[in-house]
């Protein structure tokens, strides 16, 4: 086994790493002062010019993998970016990680990243001209519509959105909630899932749609905040979809393939969101190794205090086991396909966001009332991982998963 990374993921990763630190360190305190003046749901204006320096480094969507899963519908319509396999793009998602809004800077941003993955391969050549080739240019921002507040959504046949053939048109009616990235003014469509034939075999009944905002009936209610913070202006939306008509036509690859379409777009974007988690970690342990270093108790720096040497020591352990762990799911799916990877991607997608976590809660209790401040980054990344413990499916049903593989390895040895 190799553990060596070829010419070209370093060469990504430190292309990365070196235009976040000449224009996206230098921007952080712009950023959110910015955010913080004036309308908090406009477009961040200083993004912008960050953007086309990206663009023209040649670091532009850059997470789409060159051969991801089945034959696509529609071939004739060509994804513009630099496609790295998800090894390449493990490395560059983690240096992203370590800024809340640098994904945003390379167009790699979820959920767009995934409904982007979504219309690449099953879309139309119609529905890729209208969404995925603005999506790309970073013109428009799209939602992803899954969850709903009335039912357990970890179990996606419980979703109760309707959505209804009336002659050349779908009706859609339902509510659903956590719809991320529905607070900012560009998100101009999303991708709907609900129910097109209650009556069908179980896994049979789901469909997606697409919705663009402005339809007609589309209500976003409310914004949802994560532990007070808002995420604005990119947000999370409970949003109202009464009487929505939409066009025959919006419907994704057919009817009753909505969970065939769920596990091409969630397997990338759970180990997409454990990159950045692992990014998120490394940024909370030398935050975390600063402050020891610089604070004095009881006569000596606090980093000299044998409980903190030991956490440090773990802290650094457990990011190193979890990058490796990361890196053999990527390598999976490139090799051998999403589904062949679906119990990595599920050991990942746990132990991820747990172990980020307890970094987090160590480098808070190493700034002490700074920490659950809003002075350091700490306390909001720690709101952002912790919701990670059930996007995209929970630990409970990634846990089941790995259990049952278990428990079959037994059984067939019986």
Known sequence: MDFRFSARETEYRDRVAAFIAEHVAPADHAYHAEVARGDRWAPVAMLEPLKEKAKAAGLWNLFMPPHSGAPMVDESFAFEGTQLSNVEYALCAEEMGKW???????NCSAPDTGNMEVLHRYGT???KEAWLKPLMEGTIRSAFLMTEPAVASSDATNIETRIVRDGDDYVIDGRKWWSSGTGDPRCKVAIVMGKTDPDARRHQQQSMILVPMDTPGVRIERMLP?????HAPHGHGEVV?????VP??????????????????LGPGRIHHCMRTIGVAEMALAAMAKRLQSRVAFGKAIA???VWEQRVARARIDIEMTRLLCLKAADMMDRAGNKAAQGEIAMIKVQAPTMALQILDDAIQAHGGGGVSEDFPLAAAWAGVRTLRFADGPDEVHNRAIARAEFAKVADER
Request: net charge negative.
């Open 100 to 106: 809340h809004w640098a994904s945003e800077v390379f």
């Open 125 to 127: 050549r119609e529905q």
């Open 226 to 230: 994560v532990y007070g913070y808002d």
């Open 241 to 245: 979809l009464e009487q929505v008509r």
């Open 248 to 265: 025959a036509a919006n419907l994704l690859l057919g009817e009753g393939r909505g969970f065939e379409i769920a596990q091409g777009r």
């Open 304 to 306: 000299e205090h044998s």
